[in-house]
Nanobody, 122 residues
Framework: QVQLVESGGGLVQPGGSLRLSCAAS????????MGWYRQAPGKQRELVALITSGGSTNYADSVKGRFTISRDNAKNTVDLQMNSLKPQDTAVYYCNAGVWTDTTPHRYLEVWGQGTLVTVSS
């Protein structure tokens, strides 16, 4: 009923920048928090950054000052600007959203994107 599609991953050198984008579509009534998570090989998925519908943000300590999350509520999109990338940022990045559907009755869904690979390497 609701899909998240990510884009913007790729290969970048240490110190470089990438911008990830995520667009939500489908039976959407309202989206609560949206966020980005990542999972590196052999590690658990971890929160990178979160943004509420009101614009409040929360970041993992490891990315504070380097990454910026933003969203466009009218377009149901969330972006992650990643600067000063490090090899340890290499991971599959997943978009996540808490969505109320426009069905009757409304349903609350936690939706995940398919993931986009970010590789930081020289």
């Amino acid at each position: 009923q609701v899909q998240l599609v990510e884009s913007g991953g790729g290969l970048v050198q240490p110190g470089g920048s990438l911008r990830l984008s995520c667009a939500a579509s489908g039976r959407i009534f309202r989206i609560n928090a949206m966020g980005w998570y990542r999972q590196a090989p052999g590690k658990q998925r971890e929160l990178v950054a979160l943004i509420t519908s009101g614009g409040s943000t929360n970041y993992a300590d490891s990315v504070k000052g380097r990454f910026t999350i933003s969203r466009d509520n009218a377009k149901n999109t969330v972006d992650l600007q990643m600067n000063s990338l490090k090899p340890q940022d290499t991971a599959v990045y997943y978009c996540n959203a808490g969505v109320w559907t426009d069905t009757t009755p409304h349903r609350y869904l936690e939706v995940w994107g398919q993931g986009t690979l970010v590789t930081v390497s020289s």
